[in-house]
T-cell receptor
Framework: QQQVKQSPQSLIVQKGGISIINCAYE??????FPWYQQFPGKGPALLIA?????SEKKEGRFTISFNKSAKQFSLHIMDSQPGDSATYFC??????????FGTGTRLTVIP | NAGVMQNPRHLVRRRGQEARLRCSPM?????VYWYRQLPEEGLKFMVY????????ESGMPKERFSAEFPKEGPSILRIQQVVRGDSAAYFC????????????FGDGTRLSIL
């Protein structure tokens, strides 16, 4: 049973465009939602994270939008660059429990 | 300022052999997490350890898998009598606090079972 559902599986975006990755969850106990970026052959790296008491968090070109009532959250990458090409994972955690990861989105940014 | 170090990076074993994966956490970190990543899938939690203690092993298969984090030396994930289904990338992460949000992952060990 997949606790966090992520879409799309893959995404191709032109350089300068906006990349949008969506995640949905059912467990209302989740209270921490991080996004990880993973390059081929590397481990995931924490990119940005949000808690459900805010609807949006922005760090540079990366923004998380959070919709508590819909139980959805998304990652927006503005002005996407070829260097952003990687696999992105959303995740969720309830309290002190472990992270549940989505299945990943492979982003390709075309020059 | 070394990050989380995992070795070996690649490990090939035949069915029935043992696999030992090592993880050295970041300096000053006393909490280690192991995750498994199957092809085209996200990471799945396996075990969470503090020095000399297993805090949570709810994600570990009941048989053949074990983990330790001794007072001295790296954390070890041990898989006995490996089977084809054990082929995966195994990632280790560390944290300075008793916190379930691993921020720093190693680059993983890719285990292939022949």
């Amino acid at each position: 049973q997949q606790q966090v559902k992520q879409s799309p599986q893959s995404l191709i975006v032109q350089k300068g465009g906006i990349s949008i990755i969506n995640c949905a969850y059912e467990n209302t106990a989740f209270d921490y939602f991080p996004w990880y970026q993973q390059f081929p052959g590397k481990g995931p790296a924490l990119l940005i994270a949000i808690r459900p008491d805010v609807s949006e968090k922005k760090e540079g070109r990366f923004t998380i939008s959070f919709n508590k009532s819909a139980k959805q959250f998304s990652l927006h990458i503005m002005d996407s660059q070829p260097g952003d090409s990687a696999t992105y994972f959303c995740a969720a955690r309830a309290g002190a429990n472990n992270l549940f990861f989505g299945t990943g989105t492979r982003l390709t940014v075309i020059p | 300022n070394a990050g989380v170090m995992q070795n070996p990076r690649h490990l090939v074993r035949r069915r029935g052999q043992e696999a030992r994966l090592r993880c050295s956490p970041m300096k000053g970190h006393s909490h280690v997490y192991w995750y498994r990543q199957l092809p085209e899938e996200g990471l799945k939690f396996m075990v969470y350890l503090q020095k000399e203690n297993i805090i949570d092993e709810s994600g570990m298969p009941k048989e053949r898998f074990s983990a330790e984090f001794p007072k001295e030396g790296p954390s070890i994930l041990r898989i006995q009598q490996v089977v084809r289904g054990d082929s995966a990338a195994y990632f280790c992460a560390s944290s300075p606090f008793r916190d379930r949000q691993p921020q720093h992952f190693g680059d993983g060990t890719r285990l292939s079972i022949l």
